[in-house]
Protein backbone atom coordinates (compact mmCIF):
# COMPACT_ATOMS: atom_id res chain seq x y z
CA UNK A 1 0.00 0.00 0.00
CA UNK A 2 2.62 2.36 1.19
CA UNK A 3 4.37 1.78 -2.56
CA UNK A 4 1.04 2.80 -4.26
CA UNK A 5 1.10 6.06 -2.04
CA UNK A 6 4.51 7.04 -2.71
CA UNK A 7 3.84 6.47 -6.10
CA UNK A 8 1.16 9.34 -6.24
CA UNK A 9 2.98 11.55 -3.99
CA UNK A 10 6.03 11.36 -6.55
CA UNK A 11 3.62 11.63 -9.42
CA UNK A 12 1.83 14.87 -7.71
CA UNK A 13 5.41 16.54 -7.16
CA UNK A 14 6.47 16.17 -10.94
CA UNK A 15 3.22 17.24 -11.85
CA UNK A 16 3.13 20.53 -9.72
CA UNK A 17 7.04 20.97 -10.76
CA UNK A 18 6.20 20.90 -14.61
CA UNK A 19 2.75 22.12 -14.73
CA UNK A 20 3.78 25.60 -12.50
CA UNK A 21 7.08 25.86 -11.21
CA UNK A 22 8.84 26.03 -15.22
CA UNK A 23 6.14 28.91 -15.43
CA UNK A 24 7.30 30.69 -12.32
CA UNK A 25 10.90 30.01 -12.84
CA UNK A 26 10.27 31.42 -16.52
CA UNK A 27 9.31 34.87 -15.52
CA UNK A 28 11.87 35.16 -13.45
CA UNK A 29 14.51 34.24 -15.46
CA UNK A 30 13.05 36.37 -18.31
CA UNK A 31 12.85 39.64 -15.88
CA UNK A 32 16.25 38.73 -14.89
CA UNK A 33 17.14 39.17 -18.30
CA UNK A 34 15.21 41.95 -19.17
CA UNK A 35 16.80 43.78 -15.98
CA UNK A 36 12.84 44.25 -14.60
CA UNK A 37 12.47 44.57 -10.71
CA UNK A 38 11.73 41.60 -9.04
CA UNK A 39 9.09 42.87 -7.47
CA UNK A 40 6.93 43.89 -10.36
CA UNK A 41 7.07 40.81 -12.16
CA UNK A 42 5.09 37.23 -11.32
CA UNK A 43 3.27 36.41 -8.05
CA UNK A 44 4.59 40.02 -6.29
CA UNK A 45 2.55 42.70 -7.89
CA UNK A 46 -0.31 40.21 -6.62
CA UNK A 47 0.70 39.39 -3.19
CA UNK A 48 1.42 43.43 -2.88
CA UNK A 49 -1.86 43.79 -3.35
CA UNK A 50 -3.32 41.74 -0.79
CA UNK A 51 -1.22 43.10 1.86
CA UNK A 52 1.27 40.48 2.75
CA UNK A 53 3.96 41.50 3.62
CA UNK A 54 7.68 40.84 2.13
CA UNK A 55 6.07 40.16 -1.82
CA UNK A 56 9.62 39.35 -3.01
CA UNK A 57 10.64 36.98 -1.04
CA UNK A 58 7.30 35.29 -0.74
CA UNK A 59 6.69 35.18 -4.07
CA UNK A 60 10.43 33.89 -4.57
CA UNK A 61 9.37 31.30 -1.96
CA UNK A 62 6.51 30.31 -3.85
CA UNK A 63 8.33 29.48 -6.70
CA UNK A 64 10.91 27.12 -4.91
CA UNK A 65 8.40 25.44 -3.07
CA UNK A 66 6.46 24.72 -6.53
CA UNK A 67 9.59 23.77 -8.95
CA UNK A 68 12.48 23.00 -6.75
CA UNK A 69 11.14 21.27 -3.43
CA UNK A 70 8.16 19.66 -5.59
CA UNK A 71 10.90 18.44 -8.26
CA UNK A 72 12.81 16.92 -5.39
CA UNK A 73 9.56 15.44 -3.67
CA UNK A 74 8.93 13.82 -7.26
CA UNK A 75 12.99 12.35 -7.04
CA UNK A 76 12.55 10.86 -4.04
CA UNK A 77 14.10 12.79 -1.72
CA UNK A 78 11.15 13.66 0.19
CA UNK A 79 9.90 9.64 1.26
CA UNK A 80 7.28 10.22 4.32
CA UNK A 81 6.56 8.03 6.97
CA UNK A 82 8.40 4.55 6.53
CA UNK A 83 5.68 3.11 9.23
CA UNK A 84 1.71 3.43 9.28
CA UNK A 85 0.60 6.56 10.88
CA UNK A 86 -1.89 5.18 13.24
CA UNK A 87 -0.10 3.25 16.55
CA UNK A 88 -2.87 0.45 15.82
CA UNK A 89 -1.48 -1.41 12.61
Do not use: C
Amino acid sequence: MIDTELLLLRTAGFLLAFTFGIQKIGWYATAFHAGKPLSSIGLAPLIAHVGFPLPVILALWIMLNESIAAFFIGLGFYRGSQRPASPWE
